[in-house]
């Protein structure tokens, strides 16, 4: 196991080269450059003069392959240099954001997980019943759902709803504060974007938990245990579930790992400091370092992800064994 | 003000008496105290107003710092007021208009205890104008006038021009000119960057990356009894929808920069008395840049054609009701003493109000050219007000005279890259300026400009526009700048006019003491805004 571990982190380092390789030279492929930007969006007359000054600065004048080996030292010694946008430290601008994602990245994997066991069990125990058709439309509403337009929904409900009750309009926060500095403020902030995230994640996940459940509910050791008299409960619980959740751990995992990087709308939507909208500027503000950083970071997060839920396979599986 | 007629109209009257009250509520005795939260749609890249372009700097960090001299923060709408902020008294400038000396506070206070004087107002202005190398200064060209600066003692900043000019004054009020600690400056003229220590109203709390900057009260500023709040907290919102909700939900109280006629609309008709509209002509305008590079446009006869084809007086009335359009002008900003009267645009093509007429004069040019059928690609900015709005209306409005015209829009990145290139047929731009400065905005025109991209050479506008920049007398100045526009919009046609931008901000009827100007750049340094809560 240990040395399975250990050559599954190897293989990582090739594909975090690849990652880096790609996301440099398409980066680079953009037309426009952040010193232009910076100068021409301000509406006033650019000088051009300061815009060699400004790419000079940044190190734009150096050869692709200069820049590129930069880089990677960079990766090589963790040092992820400044954002060319800000100038300040890569480090300290994904640190906040980085807490935020990975705090609605958790809320919405249990709320997920909340919602898509049991109703996937049940759909799948009740199978052509009512209450499979109502979980059956519950999730495909999910899934056909884009998260953001839910959280659309989600914010005019409430300040309709409020306006109704109170007699005027509330809103969540916009701002985020640690929950560590202030639980309420912080939950009334996230809950919603936890919420419409997570609603769409336990839409994909309860069909998959249904389908898995359906096929093992079929499997001959299921029936041997009902054959043999064991509770109806008990074989769901114990024989089945457990390995029908070995395909729910898998998107469950890729879900965690898009979430932490990939709610570019929703965080929009929700004004959510998080990455997905720090990647989104940096793009658009063709910031280089940053969004080469964040970058790497999702596709370590991706990478390390898909290496704990292959160790959890090992531990929901016994029959699965890693062979040297 | 114009308020959407129809359905909203009631919520508009209401708006409107929101508003007449808040102009009565001006002889209110303001309350001290309170926390401002207002949205600002973009984070600035740094915190040097010297060296970034963008109102994002603006809005959260202005209210850090003194300037020397500013627009009338009590009458912000005048184009041509300036007044002292940290100087005492406006000068009278000396040797032939060539020489200003001001006369500086005493007493002011860096936020950091120590004392402000000429000095830092000169380092200040040093590296503004004369920066060191290393440093960007984007307006170091506005001070083209400019000879010397110089502070021969702690009381006295003095700056000779190598000829007197009407652009001087309105480039020295920029909101952007900061004064600094001269101390630090000579230490690391890039401190400011990543750091923030002024003498203005409020002093700095701090920044979370992405999504905040909290101010303070400064308890120790020059100008007694303000500021009146406790302290602001300027949250960055990038989506339109929130910051509208937000200002709903009464999580922020004003967006500064403007919002479109429907958000308007929305927030009144959700909100009625609670919210109050403050409405302005903006100092932007959208521009239609034809590429002379490029056939058919380097004939001046097609270039033409496209400006008789506009209907501005008509696109005028229906845009502004959906985009944040509205002024049809020549090149000078509605409503300035320099700005052509109805009487004298209507002389200039494109701008008669028979439409018939000027659009079969624009079909004859185009077959007289050998263009009766011409196509061609808009390029435009991926940005819904007004870029997308205006664009498609300038595609109806060319189809009127047989140009078909496709729209390529892209985001603002490769769409700078598009212009800089000279990868286009006709581009949408714009020119979005701060302090009202007709003289140093209608640079834009010139062919050798930095955000010049129409490809043309025009010695004779040159000349014009340098003429106009070194006469002192106002008479001379209009007669100028109306042979300068004639030539750069109707006989030579390198660029022309769609609208200017009309600024609409709705707030939180609580909010009392600011007043809307002609810019988003300007009246920011929220030291006289109160909440009436």
Known sequence: MYFYVFKRLTLMIPTLLGAAALVFFLMRLIPGDICTLRLATGGGSINPNVVKACRLELGMDQPLLMQFWFFIKGLITFDFGRSMWTGR???????????????????????????????????????????????????????????????????????????????????????????????????????????????????????????????????????????????????????????????????IGIEFAFLMGGLVVTEQVFNLNGLGKL????????????????????????????????VIYAWLDPRIRYRR | ???????????????????????????????????????????????????????????PIAPFYSVLIRVDPKNPASTTDFVCDLCTEMPTPSDGGKTYTFKIRKGVKFHDGSALTAKDVNASFQHIIFPPDGVQSPRKEHFHMVESVSAPDDETFVMKLKYPSGAFLPALASPYHFIYAKAILDKDPHWFEQNVMGSGPFVFEAREAGAAVRGKRNPEYYHAGLPYLDGFEAIFAKTQSLRVQAIRGDQAAIEFR?????????????????????????????????????????DVRVRKALTLALDRWSGSRDLSKIAVVKSVGGIVFPNHPLAATKEELAALAGYSSDIKAAREEAKRLLKEAGAADLKFTLANRAVDQPYTIVGTWLIDQWKQVGIGVEQ???????????????????????????????????????????????????????????????????????RLMRAYEKRAIDE??????????????????????????????????LSMVWLDK
């Open chain 1, 89 to 251: 430290p890569i480090v300290e601008e994904v640190g906040l954001r980085f807490q935020l994602s990975l705090q609605v990245a958790i809320m919405a994997t249990l709320t997920a997980i909340a919602l898509a066991i049991p109703l996937g069990t049940i759909s799948a125990v009740k199978q052509n019943t009512w209450i499979d058709y109502l979980v059956r439309a519950f999730s495909i509403a999910g899934v056909a759902m884009p998260s953001f337009w839910l959280g659309i929904l989600i914010i005019l409900a409430i300040l309709i709803t409020s306006k109704a009750l109170f007699g005027s309009p509330w809103m969540p926060p916009i701002k985020y504060v640690p929950i560590w500095v202030d639980p309420v403020y912080n939950l009334s902030m996230l809950i919603w974007p936890a919420l419409a995230t997570g609603y769409r994640y336990s839409a994909v996940a309860t069909r998959m938990t249904r389908s898995a459940m359906l096929e093992v509910l079929r499997e001959d050791y299921v029936r041997t245990a009902r054959a043999k008299g064991v509770f109806r409960h008990l074989i769901v619980r114990r024989h089945a579930l457990r390995n029908a959740l070995l395909p729910v751990i898998t998107i």
């Open chain 1, 279 to 310: 990647f989104v500027e940096s793009v658009s503000n063709q910031d280089y370092t940053m969004t080469q950083a964040l970058v790497m970071l999702v596709v370590a997060i991706f990478a390390f992800t898909n290496l704990v839920v292959d």
């Open chain 2, 1 to 59: 003000m114009n308020f959407r007629r129809g359905k909203f109209g009631a919520f508009a009257s209401a708006a409107l008496l929101a508003l007449s009250l808040s102009s009565a509520l001006g002889a209110e005795t303001p309350k001290k105290g309170g926390i401002l939260k207002f949205v600002v749609p973009d984070e600035p890249p740094s915190f040097d107003g010297h060296r970034e372009t963008t109102f994002a700097l603006i809005h």
């Open chain 2, 258 to 298: 403007g919002l479109p006629p429907k958000s308007r609309d929305d927030l009144v008709a959700a909100l009625g008395k609670d919210i109050t509209v403050q409405e302005s002509d903006w100092n932007c305008l959208l521009i239609v840049t034809p590429n002379s590079r490029k056939k058919p446009f380097d």
């Open chain 2, 408 to 478: 390529k829009m892209e985001p603002t990145a490769p769409f700078y890259a598009t212009l800089e290139n000279g990868a286009f047929d006709v581009a949408l731009e714009f020119n979005c300026q701060s302090v009202v400065n007709p003289l140093g905005d209608t640079s834009k025109f010139l062919p050798n400009a930095g955000d010049q991209y129409g490809g043309f050479k025009d010695p004779e506008l040159s000349k014009l526009y340098e003429a106009m920049n070194r006469t002192g007398d106002v008479a001379e100045q209009r």
């Open chain 2, 492 to 525: 030579e046609v390198h660029n022309f006019i769609t609208f200017w931008w009309y600024r609409i901000i709705p707030h939180r009827s609580y909010l009392k003491g600011w007043n809307i100007s002609p810019s988003h750049y300007l009246n920011q340094d």
